[in-house]
DNA sequence: TTATTATATAAGTGTTTGCTTATTAATACA
DNA sequence: TGTATTAATAAGCAAACACTTATATAATAA
């Protein structure tokens, strides 16, 4: 790892909001619109933030219907340093739970 | 630590000339105008970077006569991620041993 | 087909970032 | 006393960033 591709990696991870994504991404799986719930984002936002993600290698998409499902890539190769700053950071305060207590919780066959 | 300490404390690691900063800084406690010769960057660039580094309290810094003395933080809480995260990063070009044999190497006493 | 849903992308905006040059402050030395 | 030397700070600027609203695309449902 050369020093401009650890800058993209810490600037990838380092944005509060992203964070949060990674965060929920720990946990399960989700699409765009889920995140625009548990954040209260705009569809753009998350979008965008979605497309750093990428960018970085820290995510993959994968296409269900209408949906874009996320998740985190388990294969990149700094894998356990992001799950080891992650695990330093709270639970973001809306929960997975409370998508689904609320009947948004995506279920794509 | 808080979603907002965190991406405070990769912004200020997430930079590649900050980053080859605190990379010497493994290796030997430096002033500025020993960065200037090292990394051939302005007084002030140098400078702005120890400002935001010691903001994040990554380094810390020592007046000795004319010099301040810059070293890491080795009390940090996440001083240990840091060093692992450095380890990752090759050697700058320029080495802390040229300095010394092009004789720009600062002996304060 | 048409409408709806989910997402991506484009364009615009205010803020932040990392430099530049200029200046100031403080110490050391002649 | 000056006069270097070292470093901090100020002001200005171009580029990057994180959002916004508007629009485009693609799949599903009526």
């Known amino acids: ?3 401009f591709q650890m800058e993209s990696y ?3 991870i380092g944005d509060s909001n992203r ?4 965060k ?3 946990k399960d799986s989700l699409c765009i619109c889920e995140f625009t719930e548990l954040m209260n984002m705009t569809q753009p936002a998350i ?4 497309k750093k993600l990428k960018q970085a290698e820290l995510v993959l ?7 874009t499902i996320w998740s985190l890539n388990i294969r990149h190769a700094q894998y356990p340093i992001l799950i080891h700053l992650l695990s330093l950071l709270p639970e973001p305060e809306r929960t997975i739970e409370t998508l689904k ?6 279920v794509c066959e």
Chains 1, 2 share one sequence.
């Open 24 to 26: 929920y991404l720990m």
């Open 19 to 22: 964070m949060r994504i990674l």
């Open 47 to 50: 979008s965008q933030h979605m």
């Open 10 to 12: 810490l600037k990838a």
């Open 1 to 3: 790892m050369d020093y």
């Open 61 to 67: 998409e994968e296409k269900r219907g209408r949906w």
């Open 101 to 106: 207590a609320g009947g948004k919780k995506v």
